[in-house]
């Protein structure tokens, strides 16, 4: 059952979770204190914008960067957070 997450929801790293880059590969990930998820590039692109911004800022942000339809990324966006926020590796203020 997919997560609602409402457009003015704003994403943010859960505590203990951080973002960075790996040393060896150069390719995003998350660090927590039971592990680490390696990012695709679109999953870092979302995590990145995670900064206090909406869902909406997000999704019109990456949208107008590459070039894509709002409504389709809307979509992805929400996919990815929903994933994360089950794993609890980010929050919804």
């Known amino acids: ?47 990145v914008r995670c900064d206090g911004r909406t869902l909406s800022d997000i999704v019109n942000d990456l949208a107008e960067e590459y070039d894509s339809d709002p409504e389709a990324l809307a979509t992805d966006v929400r996919e990815t ?3 994360l926020q089950r794993r609890k590796l980010i ?3």
């Not at 204190?33 to 995590?47: D, H, K």
Request: net charge negative; charged share 25%.
């Open 91 to 93: 929050e919804l203020a």
């Open 1 to 47: 059952m997919p997560i609602e997450i409402a457009d003015a929801a704003q994403p943010r790293l859960a505590r203990g979770v951080r973002l960075q880059t790996d040393s060896a590969t150069g390719k995003g990930v998350l660090l927590f204190p039971e592990g680490i998820v390696e990012l695709n590039e679109t999953a870092q692109e979302i995590l």
């Open 81 to 83: 957070l929903g994933d």
